[in-house]
Each structure stands twice: as C-alpha cells, then as structure tokens.
C-alpha cells in the first residue's frame, strides 16, 4: 500500500506498544530496548505538537502599530501589531529588576523568537527593554512563547510595557548581558557578576559555586560521595522500604530527559527522570517521578531552583529529601534561618521551630560572604502537612555544613501524591544590616510584580530616543530580504525525496541578517545525528541547489556566511503552513 498519509510513514504509540509487548513475550530484548527507544521518540513528538497551554495575551487581543500615536509608531516603524501588559507593585517595596515572564500568542507571525521587542512606556517615551523569547510553538495558525524580561518600578505603582511583533525583516535580537553560559547539553558553566556556578557534566547537578567578591569563595564538596561525583546540591532522593537502598538523582549516568534554554537574561536548566539504585539496572522502580529546574538570571545575586517529586504508584519511603546541600571545609562561621513569620535569626534553630523553617543559610562574620537558601513555595498534594525542616548544620562527619530537608511526614506514599517546592539561593555580601536585606528580598520574591493584559496608554506620546528597529530591520536592508527568503525557497531536502521541501519551509533557517553586501544566515540540522550543515551550504550527492551559490544571484550580494546553532533545538513547531503540508502533518 503507497504511503499517503503521514500515520502511513510512521508508526503510533499504540501500534509500538503493540510491537514491544510482542518481543517482549518471546523474550527478545533487543528489539524491546528499540522499541522502548522509539516510544520515547514518540512521546517527544506527541509533546511537541500537542502541549500546550492558555495564553495571557490572546492573539485576538493584538493591536495595531498604526493605532499608536505618530512619535510612538515611527519609533516602532517595520512592527506591525503589539500586546500591552501592566505590572502592578502591590506590597509598597521599591523593586530592583526582577524576572517577568508573560505567555502570549500572535497569529501570521513566522517567528516570535525574531520579531518580539519590549518597550517600557515611561514619562510619555518608549525605551526598549532588553527580552529573551523561549518556548516557541506553533498551533494551527498562532505561535505561542513565553517572554521574559527584568523589569524594576517604584512602590504602588503601576508600570505598562508593549510587546511589539510581527516584523518579517526582524533579525534575532543580540543584547549586551553579564550572563555567560558555556558548555555544552547539560554540563554547563553558567557565571553573572555575582557567581559562577558549574554544573556536573555527568548528571547537570550543581557542583561548585564561586563568590566574585575579594577572595572568590568557592563552595564544593570533595571526597568521593557515595560513588557518585560530589556537588553542593545532592537533592533529591529516597530510600525504600525496610531501609534497604537510596535512590538518587545524582546517581545518573546521564540525565534521562533534559530541556537547556540559554539567552542573555535566564539560562534555564531542566532535567527529569526516576533516580537511580546503587546498583542500576538491577533495581529501576517507576515509582516516584523527579523534575526539577534550575534558573541563572543575569544581573541578579540569586538563583532558583523548582522541583516537582510525583509518586506514580503507592509505595514506602523510609526516608525522602528535596532540598540538601552540603559544603566541605569550614567557609563560614554562623548560621542562618528563617522563621515562618518571615524573620532571620542568627545561630541554633531553637527546639520545637525545626520543622517549620521557610529559610536556612551560612554567614562568615568577618569575610562577610553569605549563603542563603529562602523557601518561596513547598506544599504537596495528596498528602498530609509537610515539614519544612532542614535546620543548617556545622559539623556534619568529616564534611563542613549542611543542611538536610526530609518533608514526609510519615512513610506511605500514595499514588497521585506530589510535593512541590520553588527555592531562591542567594549569594551575597552579607553587610551589618543583612537580616533586613535578606527579610526584604523573600518578602519581594514571595510577592513579585502582578502581570496582567493592559491597555495602550493613552496620555500624551512624546518623541522616543533612536528607534526600535536596527539596520535593516525597517526596510532600509541594503539587499532586499524578501528576496533572500524567496530564493531560499529553492534549496530543498533531497533526502525527502518526494516531499519537494525546502529548508525554509522546514524551518532550519532560524535568521538572515544583511551586513552591507555579506548575507549571514544562521541555520540549523534537524537533530544531532544529521549534524553536518554543509550539505545545504555546499551542496552534496544530489543536493538540488546549494545556500551559498543561491543567495549569491541574488543582486547585491557579494558574500554570504552560513552559520550553524542548535540553541534552540529543532521541532515539527518550525516547520512553515507549506512545510506541514509536504511532511502529511496538517
């Protein structure tokens, strides 16, 4: 039977499940591990197309550029729709910038990644703010991302901000950012001008942690762990019934799932998984679910860390933390925690507040470096009351500090059971007034600035410095970039041999920026084992027409430059309405 549908060049969950329970009956392990392999493929691509979630900002709510006063659409010419969103100071604090992160949706937009600019409105001006787009989808004809921007305000006051789009001739944004993020997959160094933190190139736990002030604290913990590479973080993990083995995220020999999202504002680092025996595969239990996020912010002095812990089935823990750090040598010499009414208090955590802390840390009264964990969120469902302890400790066997969080509150775990929890870890100078720094900064972040869908203002426009749009942006391309786009159009997949589909199309050209006479085009592979991006520069075995020798006929181009990037990763959301249509998705 031809092939014509797109379930006729594939196969579904439920026919590779089909597959897997038929080798599995006549025990042969090798198709079953393949098979296995392909779910997960499945499963991948089912989220892709299919997760999704609602949007603040509609796409119907858009607005027009032209509906915006004369200074304020010239400042903006080469945009043509925009969202408006307000964020309110409700708790009467000064903010210093603080992360917000707003979901919305436009439609006839190729790429929100290229075309999103923020803009503050203030004193009647416009003043773009520096943003990271992440989380792109498409659906049906709107894309949906996720915008995050640092913004700051005074106290009870209302701020307004428009996010501009739709601009074909937008090329990504590149802004000026102390966040810096090396490595590759999950084992990355990611520093600010506070910190510099490394992550474990086995697993991605965090695995030192370096001060930028004076004398560089470094916080590790050597040795040899319990087999596993040592870190500072060793959440999370539980021992099963009758005490007879841990299991440990950081036992990974790799991260079963990751997601890495790298930009010049927030470096987010997700990984998922169920932990690890000791002596893995021997025991693999799907028993209790592990997510957790880790979030590097540029300009800031803390970083965050959300975890979700989901029992699948009903089991015994004799034990189970989500929050333990542990830090070998002596780096500091008092100790820190934080009451439920939200006051720090220096030294022992007095008998009967134990379990009940919403924050624990490390001083030194001399050096002044602090180390502080502050307890923004940790509740679960489906099960009784947790215990928020983790008491910070001194001496713990031959190691430094630590402190040690066990929630359970008993040893059942049923089915459906979740324990949440969202920590800021604070890295900072700790001056004589730190007890109220500290109070003030989780009051802030326990409250952050209210983000709702605003309307434009409506008070007099007044000229804006510069413009919105950079050189070429507006127009003024020196070479015309619908001509780019359009020839680009000419270089198809050949390997998709029937498909008659290009890589615009396909969505592996992520920009096209115009420099005088040089074209640079930013590209990427559809995934990692087609890695070599020379087949479309070049040309290669039936290759039908090369990038570089296309977009030199088109006049007044004198070089072009084809870059390679996997930031973000390729998915069916790239592909064009054309591109979906020659791959049989709809």
């Known amino acids: 039977m031809a092939e014509t549908r797109y379930w006729d060049r594939t196969d579904t969950f439920e026919e590779k499940m089909r597959l897997l329970e038929a080798a599995w009956k006549r025990r042969d392990y090798n198709v079953a591990r393949a098979l296995t392999a392909s779910l997960r493929d499945t499963a991948i691509q089912a989220q892709q197309e299919e997760e999704s ?33 307000a964020l309110d100071e409700t708790i009467g604090r000064d903010r210093p910038p603080e992360p917000v992160e707003v979901t919305m949706a436009a439609a006839g937009v190729v790429s929100l990644a290229r075309e999103v600019r923020v803009a503050r409105v203030e004193n009647g001006t416009l003043l773009e703010v520096p943003s990271q787009v992440h989380s792109e989808i498409r659906r049906g004809n709107e894309r949906q991302c996720r915008v995050l921007f640092l913004a700051s305000t005074a106290a009870h006051v209302r701020s307004t901000y428009l996010i501009f789009f739709g601009n074909p001739e937008a090329e990504l944004p590149a802004y000026p950012s102390d966040l810096i993020t090396t490595g590759e997959g999950y084992g990355l160094d990611i520093e600010n001008d506070f910190f510099r933190a490394r992550l474990s190139r086995q697993m991605g736990q965090l695995e030192r942690l370096t001060f930028k002030r004076e004398h560089g604290l470094e916080l590790f913990a050597g040795g040899e762990g319990h087999g596993e590479p040592p870190g500072i973080d060793w959440a999370h993990d539980y021992v099963g019934s009758g005490n007879f083995q841990k299991f440990r995220v950081t036992l990974w020999e790799k991260c079963p799932d990751y997601e890495i999202i790298r930009g010049p504002l927030c470096t987010i680092v997700r990984r998922w998984g169920f932990p690890h025996s000791p002596v893995h595969p021997v025991f693999s239990p799907s028993r209790l679910h592990v997510w957790v996020e880790y979030r590097f912010y540029s300009g800031l002095p803390w970083f965050q860390k959300s975890s979700r812990m989901e029992a699948l089935k009903d089991f015994e823990a004799d034990a189970l933390r989500d929050d333990e750090w542990v830090f070998s040598g002596q780096s500091f010499t008092d100790s820190l925690w934080m009451s439920a009414d939200g006051k720090l208090h220096t030294g022992a955590v007095p008998k009967g507040q134990e379990f009940d802390l919403w924050g624990v840390g490390f001083v030194h009264n001399t050096a002044r470096d602090a180390f502080m964990a502050l307890y923004l969120d940790h509740h679960g469902d489906n099960l009784p009351p947790l215990r928020h302890g983790g008491a910070p400790l001194f001496f713990y066997k031959w190691h430094g500090h630590v402190w040690s969080r066990y929630p359970l509150p008993g040893r059942n775990v049923p089915a459906g059971a979740v324990l949440h929890q969202r920590n ?4 900072l100078n700790y001056p004589g007034n730190g ?12 409250n952050p600035l209210t983000v709702s ?41 050949e390997q998709l041999y029937a498909a008659n589909v290009s890589v615009v199309d396909l969505g592996l050209v992520y920009d096209i920026q115009v420099r005088g006479d040089t074209v640079t085009v930013v590209m990427t592979m559809p995934h990692r084992g087609r890695p070599l991006l020379g087949y479309f520069t070049y040309g290669s075995g039936g290759n039908s027409v090369p990038v570089r020798q296309r977009l030199m006929k088109v006049p007044g181009v004198r070089r072009v430059v084809v870059e390679q990037t996997w930031d973000p990763p390729w998915s ?14 709809g």
């Open 453 to 493: 869908a605003g309307e434009a203002p409506t008070g007099a426009a007044r000229p804006s410095p510069g413009r919105l749009a950079r050189v070429g942006e507006a127009g003024d391309s020196p070479v015309s970039k619908r001509a780019l786009w359009e020839a680009l159009a000419d270089c198809k997949d």
């Open 53 to 85: 979630g609602k949007p603040l900002l509609a796409a119907g709510a858009a607005r027009a550029v032209s509906s915006l006063p004369e200074p304020w659409r010239q400042w903006a010419a080469g945009w043509s729709s925009f969202h408006a969103i």
């Open 572 to 585: 069916s959301n790239n592909l064009t309405g054309r591109g979906r249509q020659a791959l049989s998705l």
């Open 435 to 446: 007890a109220e720094l500290v109070e003030t900064m989780r009051h802030r972040l326990m």
């Open 424 to 427: 800021a870890y604070l890295v």
